[in-house]
């Protein structure tokens, strides 16, 4: 197993002899990093490269430093140095694999040069192998400091775009849409979010049970009980197999209807809508339920109060009957309006004798008058029987 301090076993008076030859040293491996490195020439010339160079000689001058001792690899300032260098690489949205092969190719150029130094100077055998180890163990130092910046940097930066996706999200159900359009797409264009031509907000109870991870078009936030999600185009093809497929056992999502983006906050009260459908039973539970399947049980029960009173009215001549009868005239009177008045329609669907139909939509036409042939009148018995039927 690799010795994890091994400048502990170095002789102090080496670092002495070897400290001339820093002098330089990053220069050089600068240059090899140029060279062998194309891909950082760029960031080598400006202001990065003068804090990689700075960050060499602190490495150097460090290493030296620890020979002979039993202490840490990176000095606080050193790991705030190379933990600086790993957060920038992220900030650029890059991996590290560029920079680690730069460390290396530093610690080859430093080995090169130091153990030459050190031959010169007669340094045994058994130091000059102590002294390899040394530095390719304080390199992979100098790396895992750059990789916590790297990934503290991502982290960071990963909060700050969750934060700047909610703010579009919870914009665009407040209306800020149809309000200030140019902000809502300064925010888009902050996180990267194409703003789609039509959307639809989704209304989603909060389980006990962790949420899965959204698709990364898809924005959400979080208000009160509920997770809002911000669907693209959610009638677009395959788009609602997609939707359902990320659905887990247990949650439900209801689904606004889809409209352009400065219509957002209509599209969430359908979502809410249809949830409560599902809650007063009218509809039933599924994994998924979109407003536009069931447009016409939200218009009916878009005012549940209204909608009671007018079917109670239209009604109100069967009322009075016994309940046997008053069903049967009932369902004759659903049939025939099902069946635009056509008799033998009616008789088949209910399975009784033309004549049978005859009788009693005479007896409908006593109770409910002239409402039979009057089409707004008809129109409100269409409401009133399919609120009986939702």
């Known amino acids: 197993m690799m010795n994890q301090r091994p400048w502990a076993g170095l002789d102090p008076l080496i670092a002495r002899a070897l400290r001339p030859a820093l002098r330089g040293m990053q220069r050089e491996a600068i240059e090899q990093i140029a060279v062998q490195l194309p891909e950082l020439g760029g960031d080598l010339t400006g202001e990065y490269g003068r804090q990689l160079s700075l960050g060499i000689d602190l490495a150097l001058g460090r290493l030296l430093d620890l020979f002979g001792t039993d202490e840490d690899a990176l000095s606080a300032q050193l790991a705030e140095v190379y933990g600086s260098f790993g957060a920038r690489e992220s900030r650029h949205g890059r991996p590290l694999d560029a920079l680690l092969a730069a460390y290396r190719i530093g610690a080859r150029t430093s080995w090169a040069r130091l153990s030459a130094v050190a031959v010169a100077g007669g340094v045994e055998v058994g130091q000059l192998v102590i002294l390899a180890e ?3 163990v304080y ?3 100098l790396s895992a400091a750059s990789a916590t910046g790297h990934a503290r940097d991502h982290a960071a930066q990963a909060g700050h775009r969750d934060l700047l996706r909610s703010r579009l999200a919870t914009a665009l159900v ?14 888009a264009d902050d996180v990267g979010w194409a703003m789609p031509a039509r959307l639809a907000v989704a209304v989603v109870p909060l389980p006990t049970s962790a949420l899965p991870i959204p698709p990364p078009d898809v924005l959400t936030v979080t208000q009160g009980q509920e997770l809002l999600a911000i669907l693209p185009d959610p009638s677009g093809p395959g788009r609602r197999a997609r939707l359902t497929a990320l659905v887990e056992p247990g949650l439900e999502v209801y689904v606004g209807t889809v409209r352009p983006p400065e219509e957002a906050p209509v599209s969430l009260s359908h979502a809410r809508a249809v949830h409560r459908l599902v809650e007063d039973g009218v509809l039933h539970r599924a994994p998924v339920v979109a407003a536009a399947d069931h447009l016409p049980e939200l218009v009916l029960h878009a005012d549940p109060r209204l909608l009671a009173e007018l079917a109670a009215r239209a009604l109100a001549p069967l009322a009075e009957l016994p309940r046997p009868r008053q069903a ?4 004759t009177l659903r049939a025939w309006l099902a069946h635009h008045g056509n008799r033998p329609a009616v008789a088949r669907s209910l399975g009784v004798h033309p004549q049978t139909v005859s009788y009693r939509l005479a007896q409908l036409g006593e109770l409910l ?3 039979l042939d009057d089409p ?4 409100t018995l269409v409401l009133a029987l399919g609120t009986q039927d939702l």
Not at 328 to 331: C, M, R, S
Not at 376 to 379: G, P, S
């Open 134 to 136: 040394a530095i390719f």
């Open 139 to 141: 390199i992979d130092e």
């Open 174 to 187: 407040e209306g800020t849409a149809a309000t200030s359009p140019a902000q809502i797409h300064e925010l």
């Open 328 to 331: 049967v005239l009932t369902d």
């Open 369 to 371: 008058g002239p409402a």
């Open 376 to 379: 707004r009148a008809r129109l």
